[in-house]
C-alpha cells in the first residue's frame, strides 16, 4: 500500500520545539521530492517546506530560520524540526510525497499522509 503517515504533533508553548515524522512506503523514498504543508483554521493549507531527491530544500518565508527539513533515506523518513514555535504555527501538518511545484494543497497530484495537528499556545 502506498502512504506517508506524519506523527510527531501535539500541544507546545510558544518558544518551544517539534520534531514531525513522515514515514513512507509503497514507493521509491529515494526518487522522490518530500514536502511538509499546513493547514490553519480558516486559511487555506500550503507548503511549508520540500526536500528534492537531490536534498535542496525549500522554506517558506515564514518558517525560514525555525524549521528545518531532512531525510532519513534508510528509514523513508522525512522530518521537520520546529523551533521557536509561534501561536500561528498551529495547524494541521501535512507530509506529502511529489506534490508537484505549486505552494498550494493539491491533493490531485502526489501521495499525501492524514495529517498531524500541532498547537502552539502564547
Known amino acids: 500500500e502506498v502512504q506517508a503517515a506524519e506523527s510527531g504533533g501535539g500541544p507546545v508553548q510558544a518558544g518551544g520545539s517539534l520534531r514531525l515524522s513522515c514515514t513512507a512506503s509503497g514507493f521509491t523514498f529515494d526518487d522522490s521530492d518530500m514536502g511538509w504543508y499546513r493547514q490553519a483554521p480558516g486559511n487555506e493549507c500550503g507548503r511549508v517546506s520540500t526536500i528534492s531527491s537531490r536534498g535542496t530544500s525549500y522554506y517558506a518565508d515564514a518558517v525560514k530560520g525555525r524549521f528545518t527539513i531532512s531525510q532519513d533515506n534508510a528509514k523513508n523518513t522525512v522530518y521537520l524540526q520546529m523551533n521557536s514555535l509561534k501561536p500561528e504555527d498551529t495547524a494541521v501538518y501535512y507530509c506529502?510525497?511529489?506534490?508537484?511545484?505549486?505552494?498550494?494543497?493539491?491533493?490531485?497530484?502526489?501521495?499525501w499522509g492524514q495529517g498531524t495537528q500541532v498547537t502552539v499556545s502564547s
Open positions: 506529502a510525497a511529489d506534490a508537484g511545484a505549486s505552494s498550494s494543497c493539491d491533493r490531485r497530484f502526489g501521495i
